[in-house]
């Protein structure tokens, strides 16, 4: 059904600047952190053009150990952010711990008014409004078995889920398939569902 939802969406950014296959520069700062920023002022800019709230469903950041150049960076670019509001669905990289319970993004959005977390699960309240909100619920990365308790008592063919979730048959490229996660068919809970985690297009079986 269609669900008067509107947002620019990305997912996946994964920004961190200590990774192997990066080259730092003079100032500590590597290619692949200043791409990374590139692109997601690309998106703010995006999003203001169109009037609308950014939302990222998941691994805003490569891990939850943010280092300090990548807290530096992403402080400046978030004085940038969407007049509408940026929003961030927690994911797997953003995770502390296998309890999924604390996130970077929580933490970072405790410290400035340009970041909001959006969880359901956990009773997190956003300080700015989301237009449409009452239509949206949000799932950070969880473990199968909590989601489908969530989807027991908040799934709604009325409501678009943002989450961050694993499904058994989707995968990295041919390189990793997930064979733990949810069935397909169980995302009928939800009258639409947007979900990052897997970096590519997938096809559902059912």
Partial sequence: MAIPFRAFLVS????????????????GVT???????????WAFAQADQRRL?????????????VDTVTLDMMAGALERAPAEG???????????DQTNRHFSPMALARLT???EVLDDLHGVEVRLPLPGRELVAALPFCKPEVAREFFAEHGSSEKLL????????FGHGGVWTCTSGLADEELRAWGAVVS???HA??????
Avoid: I, M, W
Wanted: hydrophobic share 40%; charged share 25%.
């Fill in 196 to 198: 990052g985690h897997f």
């Fill in 201 to 206: 297009q997938q096809r559902f079986k059912s």
């Fill in 31 to 41: 290619d692949r952190l200043r791409d990374q920023l590139a692109a997601l002022l």
């Fill in 86 to 96: 940026f929003y961030v669905v927690p994911g797997n990289h953003d995770a502390s």
């Fill in 162 to 169: 943002l989450a961050h979730l694993e499904v058994d048959g």
């Fill in 53 to 65: 709230p950014l939302v990222c469903t998941g691994d805003l950041f490569d891990s939850h150990l």
């Fill in 113 to 115: 008014k340009d970041l």
């Fill in 12 to 27: 996946d950014c994964h920004v961190g600047n200590a990774r192997p296959h990066a080259v730092a520069g003079a100032d």
